[in-house]
């Protein structure tokens, strides 16, 4: 089983600490890959915030499809990160790793965010179809004030390979995953945290309801609900489905992806509206054992589970740094002054959302609305 | 010595060609006549035969000849009064002594046009063989990387949905306070949605079936709902519904079919001022599993006063459906504006949708369906579908499998993304070797939103004697020996409404318990596995790559 620790920050923190409170969790994952999701961004990012960074990996090769390909759509290279890495026993390097952000092509600078979003997805899928077959091209995250890094590797080793420890990426909000390598081959496609327009989630658990999930997204006529190399980035899709293109507030997240029973419905002041989501979404039940943290364009995090609650999840900490882990040791770890009593273990009918900059912990009881 | 008389007999038939041949045991006759009596089709009868037996009596061998006049029960050796093999004569026997015997080298169908004529019957498809439903396993099983269910501790929800779902995208919903709100100043048409159970009784009507038995089977649904809490809902078939049970609140376990001879719909307008409450759905009904392309037909012999009072028809006259409704000129707009007026009729309250038999050209009815905003589902019925009465080609020979065309029906809805938008109700051979929950569970993982049973629940609630070697299957004649396809008072005395509504919450319970030990093991609990392809497999590379699921061996 996949191990999770996210944190969110009011202030810049390296990835390191998320990393390191996966290493407390060692037991729960076998180390076959690393995801790291960067929100936030400060560090030699701080002051591109409005500039997209299209994270990735390529080779030699690609590195020159992907430049021509920029080149051609009119996206101008105003910086790059290169991490400096450093051989790792295990970690087969790959030619480039990068995170590059990109001036808008001169058409789009003073359009609405939506069609920028439109513009930077196309680009990323096209991208990501280029340097596919041949592996020359990965093509993670394309968004403002985001970076994705993956590889696979036991994560503390993955960390160390890409010198995160003393390079300068920061971020606010850091999500991390230790991949346990089950039903798919190590690709790193497979690997969370996964990344949509603004919007982001990592899971642990398999998704039982993944087929006709991946049916259902695919068949709603959005680009972006593409890959499905893991079954749990259906649960980003929902995410993204759910809050950007339905509008739907964020708890409404947790109506969508276990809903609840017609008598528990009828009780929710919201009822009329909770009624026809459940059946209208009705193939959008996750079904679980799954616990899923994510978070929206806004900076919002927050934790959720399914009904059957045979993945835990435990959010802890202090205002201002909240972790939200798989395990408690993990929240030890990332914050280890804080009142643990008041550490939370959110049940099947609860969704833990915590405001931006982590200032305020709300636990949304589903049953109550 | 033989008597001289002719010796060549070329103008009867021997019983080697009877379908069924009647075992009957001299030394355990004792000559009560109740297999006689009983007989439905009279293919026995009594007789006397002069026997020569040879008796030996004395301290030493001395035998003698001589002629006993001897009773005996003798099959008949016409092929009209061919024994049928539903072995009602073996029930009644006191001592064992008669049973039918199959006889699989018959030649029934040779025979069996007098007249110019061709071969009716009811009952099901002649096809014993294993279905491709009976093929389909349950690979997909939970097993360290995700914990199974425990189908005993864990809260199960076996429900489904009938009725046009609207798309999520159309949903009339405004966010106000941070609250979702459905949006009463919108003009969009919200249709109507009932949570079912996914197994529904599929339709057979009042006069197909005989009082006790469409009673027992509605008293057993309405049980299921009241007491059990399972939304079962029932199919009132072609013949109207009993009138007072049209103005009762019972109403909404059923859904009401119309047919193309519209027997019973009188009764039924004239009671809808009247009604409590709404019916679940209206089926319109064009086409049959069992005999596709055919009409439905009451045979004059089961038209009786009740029957004939509730479709509104003279007694004792063939009530024969034509085989189209004469109002249907194109599915464009004769389909779509029977489903509409069906749905004015109850203000757009009521689910209506239609069925069809399984065929080729399904998915062609579907996508314009799938167009039109008021069609509720489609219920496909497929070849191993059951009926009353048919000439026994359309039943041998014609129709489509149930497992491919609604899978195929099933992938064209995800293409075009509306899966869940038009629900699919797959019928005809679910449980037709007793996989009821298997059966059910392998066609929702295809694709199914709900599946529909008919003969399986009449075997199993009520002991028909039914099955694909062609046994009995004399649905069509008003003999039914067990009173369930019969109006005669006589024969329908013999069945218990009670009894089979006592069966018929016991088969609904044990395939709710079988379906939670299908649906558990593989992780399921919170909504129907519609659509969960990747939980199944076959043993055939055929089937496998025709259904889109994978190849086990």
Same mark, same amino acid.
Request: glycine fraction near 8%.
């Given at each position: 089983?996949?191990?999770?620790?996210?944190?969110?920050?009011?202030?810049?923190?390296?990835?390191?600490?998320?990393?390191?409170?996966?290493?407390?969790?060692?037991?729960?994952?076998?180390?076959?890959?690393?995801?790291?999701?960067?929100?936030?961004?400060?560090?030699?990012?701080?002051?591109?915030?409005?500039?997209?960074?299209?994270?990735?990996?390529?080779?030699?090769?690609?590195?020159?499809?992907?430049?021509?390909?920029?080149?051609?759509?009119?996206?101008?290279?105003?910086?790059?990160?290169?991490?400096?890495?450093?051989?790792?026993?295990?970690?087969?390097?790959?030619?480039?790793?990068?995170?590059?952000?990109?001036?808008?092509?001169?058409?789009?600078?003073?359009?609405?965010?939506?069609?920028?979003?439109?513009?930077?997805?196309?680009?990323?899928?096209?991208?990501?179809?280029?340097?596919?077959?041949?592996?020359?091209?990965?093509?993670?995250?394309?968004?403002?004030?985001?970076?994705?890094?993956?590889?696979?590797?036991?994560?503390?080793?993955?960390?160390?390979?890409?010198?995160?420890?003393?390079?300068?990426?920061?971020?606010?909000?850091?999500?991390?995953?230790?991949?346990?390598?089950?039903?798919?081959?190590?690709?790193?496609?497979?690997?969370?945290?996964?990344?949509?327009?603004?919007?982001?989630?990592?899971?642990?658990?398999?998704?039982?309801?993944?087929?006709?999930?991946?049916?259902?997204?695919?068949?709603?006529?959005?680009?972006?609900?593409?890959?499905?190399?893991?079954?749990?980035?259906?649960?980003?899709?929902?995410?993204?489905?759910?809050?950007?293109?339905?509008?739907?507030?964020?708890?409404?997240?947790?109506?969508?992806?276990?809903?609840?029973?017609?008598?528990?419905?009828?009780?929710?002041?919201?009822?009329?509206?909770?009624?026809?989501?459940?059946?209208?979404?009705?193939?959008?039940?996750?079904?679980?054992?799954?616990?899923?943290?994510?978070?929206?364009?806004?900076?919002?995090?927050?934790?959720?589970?399914?009904?059957?609650?045979?993945?835990?999840?435990?959010?802890?900490?202090?205002?201002?740094?909240?972790?939200?882990?798989?395990?408690?040791?993990?929240?030890?770890?990332?914050?280890?002054?804080?009142?643990?009593?008041?550490?939370?273990?959110?049940?099947?009918?609860?969704?833990?959302?915590?405001?931006?900059?982590?200032?305020?912990?709300?636990?949304?009881?589903?049953?109550?609305? | 010595?033989?008597?001289?008389?002719?010796?060549?007999?070329?103008?009867?038939?021997?019983?080697?060609?009877?379908?069924?041949?009647?075992?009957?045991?001299?030394?355990?006759?004792?000559?009560?006549?109740?297999?006689?009596?009983?007989?439905?089709?009279?293919?026995?009868?009594?007789?006397?035969?002069?026997?020569?037996?040879?008796?030996?009596?004395?301290?030493?061998?001395?035998?003698?000849?001589?002629?006993?006049?001897?009773?005996?029960?003798?099959?008949?050796?016409?092929?009209?009064?061919?024994?049928?093999?539903?072995?009602?004569?073996?029930?009644?026997?006191?001592?064992?002594?008669?049973?039918?015997?199959?006889?699989?080298?018959?030649?029934?169908?040779?025979?069996?046009?007098?007249?110019?004529?061709?071969?009716?019957?009811?009952?099901?498809?002649?096809?014993?063989?294993?279905?491709?439903?009976?093929?389909?396993?349950?690979?997909?099983?939970?097993?360290?990387?995700?914990?199974?269910?425990?189908?005993?501790?864990?809260?199960?929800?076996?429900?489904?949905?009938?009725?046009?779902?609207?798309?999520?995208?159309?949903?009339?919903?405004?966010?106000?306070?941070?609250?979702?709100?459905?949006?009463?100043?919108?003009?969009?048409?919200?249709?109507?949605?009932?949570?079912?159970?996914?197994?529904?009784?599929?339709?057979?009507?009042?006069?197909?079936?005989?009082?006790?038995?469409?009673?027992?089977?509605?008293?057993?649904?309405?049980?299921?709902?009241?007491?059990?809490?399972?939304?079962?809902?029932?199919?009132?078939?072609?013949?109207?519904?009993?009138?007072?049970?049209?103005?009762?609140?019972?109403?909404?376990?059923?859904?009401?079919?119309?047919?193309?001879?519209?027997?019973?719909?009188?009764?039924?307008?004239?009671?809808?001022?009247?009604?409590?409450?709404?019916?679940?759905?209206?089926?319109?009904?064009?086409?049959?599993?069992?005999?596709?392309?055919?009409?439905?037909?009451?045979?004059?012999?089961?038209?009786?006063?009740?029957?004939?009072?509730?479709?509104?028809?003279?007694?004792?006259?063939?009530?024969?459906?034509?085989?189209?409704?004469?109002?249907?000129?194109?599915?464009?707009?004769?389909?779509?504006?029977?489903?509409?007026?069906?749905?004015?009729?109850?203000?757009?309250?009521?689910?209506?949708?239609?069925?069809?038999? +399984? %065929?080729?050209? =399904?998915?062609? /009815?579907?996508?314009?369906?799938?167009?039109? #905003?008021? *069609?509720?589902? !489609?219920?496909?019925?497929?070849?191993?579908? +059951? %009926?009353?009465? =048919?000439?026994? /080609?359309?039943?041998?020979?014609?129709?489509? #499998?149930? *497992?491919?065309? !609604?899978?195929?029906?099933?992938?064209?809805?995800?293409?075009?993304?509306?899966?869940?938008?038009?629900?699919?109700?797959?019928?005809?051979?679910?449980?037709?070797?007793?996989?009821?929950?298997?059966?059910?569970?392998?066609?929702?993982?295809?694709?199914?939103?709900?599946?529909?049973?008919?003969?399986?629940?009449?075997?199993?609630?009520?002991?028909?004697?039914?099955?694909?070697?062609?046994?009995?299957?004399?649905?069509?004649?008003?003999?039914?020996?067990?009173?369930?396809?019969?109006?005669?008072?006589?024969?329908?005395?013999?069945?218990?409404?009670?009894?089979?509504?006592?069966?018929?919450?016991?088969?609904?319970?044990?395939?709710?318990?079988?379906?939670?030990?299908?649906?558990?093991?593989?992780?399921?609990?919170?909504?129907?596995?519609?659509?969960?392809?990747?939980?199944?497999?076959?043993?055939?590379?055929?089937?496998?790559?025709?259904?889109?699921?994978?190849?086990?061996?």
């Amino acid at each position: 089983m996949c191990r999770l620790a996210a944190i969110t920050s009011k202030e810049y923190i390296s990835p390191m600490e998320p990393v390191l409170a996966l290493e407390t969790m060692k037991e729960g994952h076998d180390g076959s890959g690393l995801g790291l999701v960067l929100k936030n961004l400060g560090g030699e990012f701080e002051k591109l915030k409005k500039y997209p960074v299209l994270s990735g990996i390529c080779s030699h090769d690609g590195r020159q499809t992907l430049d021509d390909y920029m080149k051609r759509r009119g996206f101008r290279l105003k910086h790059e990160w290169k991490p400096k890495t450093r051989p790792v026993g295990g970690i087969v390097s790959r030619d480039h790793y990068f995170a590059r952000a990109y001036d808008y092509p001169e058409a789009f600078r003073s359009r609405p965010m939506e069609e920028r979003e439109d513009l930077l997805m196309h680009t990323r899928l096209a991208l990501r179809k280029l340097g596919e077959s041949d592996e020359s091209i990965f093509a993670f995250s394309f968004y403002p004030d985001v970076i994705t890094i993956k590889e696979v590797g036991d994560p503390l080793q993955v960390a160390e390979f890409f010198g995160l420890d003393r390079e300068s990426l920061k971020a606010k909000i850091i999500f991390a995953q230790g991949r346990q390598n089950t039903n798919y081959a190590i690709y790193l496609y497979a690997c969370h945290p996964f990344f949509i327009q603004g919007y982001c989630s990592m899971t642990n658990g398999e998704n039982t309801a993944f087929v006709p999930i991946r049916e259902y997204l695919s068949g709603r006529g959005f680009p972006g609900y593409t890959g499905y190399n893991s079954d749990s980035e259906v649960f980003t899709h929902i995410l993204h489905y759910s809050v950007r293109q339905l509008g739907f507030p964020l708890h409404y997240y947790k109506d969508v992806i276990t809903p609840l029973k017609a008598a528990e419905i009828d009780k929710r002041s919201d009822a009329d509206a909770v009624r026809l989501m459940k059946q209208s979404l009705r193939q959008l039940c996750i079904d679980g054992p799954n616990m899923v943290i994510g978070f929206i364009p806004d900076g919002t995090v927050f934790m959720v589970h399914d009904a059957k609650k045979l993945r835990p999840g435990i959010v802890g900490g202090v205002k201002g740094r909240y972790a939200l882990m798989s395990e408690e040791c993990g929240v030890d770890s990332a914050v280890p002054a804080r009142e643990r009593a008041k550490d939370i273990f959110p049940m099947k009918y609860d969704m833990v959302i915590i405001s931006p900059e982590a200032q305020e912990v709300k636990v949304w009881n589903q049953l109550h609305g | 010595m033989e008597p001289a008389s002719r010796l060549d007999h070329n103008h009867r038939l021997s019983l080697r060609e009877f379908p069924y041949i009647v075992r009957w045991r001299d030394d355990r006759c004792k000559r009560c006549g109740r297999c006689t009596a009983v007989c439905p089709v009279k293919a026995i009868e009594p007789t006397v035969k002069v026997m020569r037996v040879v008796r030996s009596e004395g301290p030493v061998p001395t035998p003698a000849a001589s002629r006993q006049v001897s009773q005996m029960v003798e099959q008949v050796k016409d092929m009209e009064r061919c024994c049928v093999g539903c072995g009602t004569c073996t029930l009644v026997c006191p001592n064992e002594a008669i049973e039918p015997e199959l006889n699989p080298q018959h030649k029934l169908l040779h025979y069996k046009n007098k007249g110019g004529d061709g071969y009716k019957r009811g009952g099901r498809r002649n096809d014993p063989s294993e279905s491709t439903l009976d093929k389909l396993k349950f690979t997909r099983i939970s097993m360290l990387t995700d914990p199974a269910l425990d189908a005993g501790r864990h809260e199960f929800r076996i429900r489904t949905l009938l009725g046009r779902v609207i798309s999520p995208e159309q949903m009339p919903l405004k966010t106000v306070n941070g609250k979702l709100e459905v949006d009463k100043t919108s003009d969009v048409f919200i249709p109507p949605v009932r949570e079912i159970y996914p197994i529904m009784i599929g339709s057979m009507s009042v006069g197909a079936l005989s009082p006790p038995m469409w009673e027992g089977l509605a008293m057993g649904v309405a049980y299921l709902n009241e007491v059990e809490g399972m939304p079962v809902v029932m199919c009132s078939g072609e013949g109207g519904m009993p009138p007072r049970l049209l103005r009762s609140r019972y109403l909404k376990y059923f859904v009401i079919q119309i047919a193309s001879g519209y027997f019973g719909w009188d009764e039924i307008v004239r009671a809808i001022p009247h009604m409590v409450e709404d019916p679940a759905a209206i089926e319109i009904k064009y086409g049959q599993g069992a005999k596709p392309g055919d009409g439905g037909l009451l045979m004059a012999q089961k038209v009786l006063k009740l029957i004939a009072k509730i479709r509104g028809v003279p007694q004792f006259v063939d009530l024969a459906s034509p085989p189209t409704h004469q109002t249907k000129y194109s599915i464009e707009e004769a389909v779509a504006k029977m489903i509409q007026s069906m749905s004015m009729a109850w203000g757009f309250r009521v689910p209506v949708y239609p069925k069809i038999s +399984g %065929t080729k050209t =399904a998915k062609a /009815v579907l996508n314009n369906l799938a167009r039109n #905003p008021y *069609a509720a589902g !489609l219920c496909i019925d497929g070849e191993d579908g +059951g %009926t009353g009465a =048919a000439y026994n /080609v359309s039943m041998d020979k014609m129709g489509h #499998p149930i *497992a491919s065309n !609604l899978r195929e029906c099933y992938l064209d809805l995800v293409k075009q993304g509306k899966q869940n938008e038009l629900p699919l109700i797959a019928a005809g051979g679910v449980g037709k070797r007793g996989n009821l929950a298997a059966n059910a569970a392998a066609l929702i993982m295809l694709g199914a939103s709900a599946v529909a049973i008919g003969k399986y629940i009449m075997q199993t609630a009520s002991d028909c004697f039914g099955d694909e070697y062609n046994r009995c299957n004399l649905c069509n004649v008003g003999k039914c020996p067990r009173g369930i396809t019969t109006q005669d008072p006589k024969l329908y005395r013999r069945l218990d409404s009670d009894k089979v509504a006592e069966r018929v919450v016991e088969v609904f319970k044990a395939a709710d318990t079988e379906l939670k030990k299908i649906f558990a093991p593989m992780g399921r609990s919170t909504e129907l596995p519609i659509g969960m392809s990747d939980g199944l497999s076959v043993g055939d590379k055929a089937i496998a790559e025709r259904l889109g699921i994978s190849y086990a061996c």
